[in-house]
């Protein structure tokens, strides 16, 4: 038996090929063939693709696919694909789409869909001033951010205006130059990252400041995405149901502790949609947040209230910075397909329909926790995956989590006695 220790420290592990790694991780962990065959198979991602998305691969992790029904957006019925590993996400979409089929489903928008890149100055000793010598060299700007992306340009995209903030900070006032860009189809980080560092060094000698960071703002607020929807108060199940979920609303926008829950809820819609195509969940989870706090406290992404005729007005306004072109989006052939499935041939398109699910998503929860609670209807569906992790398999899967839910105990330790029950 040796006593030497494992260690981390590999050189060259970059250089090896995901199979290599695999083995030498196997030996680290002390993996056995059988996880060991399960991690070598990359599933429907050719192994190629996968050791050039990211680094140091090993294998790949599927996450269930699956289609919300019911979807009219803009007068247009669409099948909208969610990754997501949680239970009941894809039916609280299905249900709220269900709900206000009827009454025309989602009407949605977008304001301008433009990000910003910043790029940061310290030690201007005349910050006002320099904020003005910067902004008078608006046409310059242009030519300089332009520049970098002539495919942006040509596709009608590229610089839209140039905004400078003095940010007071606890070292002292940094001038912080906003670059407005129109990334068109593209979430566009890469252009917007371009640009910001070819304009620092002229910032810099315009300014006698010095540059420091030079990236985009996940805070895209120029890149906002509305939907709104109606609900009948028939459809619903009453005004009593209607006043719970405004009631709920108004609990969220008053308490961040709700505020945090309220908004998970939307973001399990809104990211299952932003994952299945390939693009990046955590840039719009940190531009969703960001926006919840826009007024100085941490609020509700979504507003709910009574219409004139009683029924129920849902409306969600969140930055949608996504895109067809780039990043996972093009490459990965999963979220190709499911962009086909979506029919979205805009980012625009795609975005607002993000943010109709992002609407679905929240109406069921309020509905749920405003009337039964939300462990009936997902404990139904969880109790499915706590047969499997008590062991059940094939048939006796949905036969377990039957008696599970018809007992109202959805537990590990009753499935596995169900399942030694049912096995004789
Ligand atoms: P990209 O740079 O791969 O592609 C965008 C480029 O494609 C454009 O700049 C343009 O030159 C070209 N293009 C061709 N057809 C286009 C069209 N119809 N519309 C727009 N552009 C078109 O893609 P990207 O969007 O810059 O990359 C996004 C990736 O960057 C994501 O994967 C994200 O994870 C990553 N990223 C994010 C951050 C962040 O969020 N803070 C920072 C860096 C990188």
Redesign the pocket.
Known sequence: MTTEAKTSRVSGFHKKTPRERLDFVADFAGLDGDTVAHLADMGNLDPHLADHLIENVIATMSIPVGIATNMRVDGADVLIPMATEESSVVAAVCNAARQCYDSGGFTTSMSDAAMIAQVQLVGVSDPHHARLRILERRDEIKAICDAC?P??VR?G?GFRDVEVRIVDAPGGAMVVTHLIVD?????????V?SMAEALAPHAAAWTGGRVYLR??S?YADRRLARARATWTCDAIGGPEVRDGIVSAYHFAAADPYRAATHNKGIMNGISAVVLATGN?T??VEAGAHAYAARDGRYSSLTRWEVTADGDLAGSIEVPMAV?L????TKLHPTARANLKILGATTADRLARIIAAVGLAQNFSALKALATTGIQKGHMALHARNIAMMAGAAGAEVDAVARILVERGTVRVDVAEAELKRLRG
């Open positions: 992306d495919v942006l596709l995209g990334t068109r189809d593209a979430m566009g980080a890469n252009a990252n990236i985009l996940n990046d955590r840039a895109g072109i780039g990043g996972a």
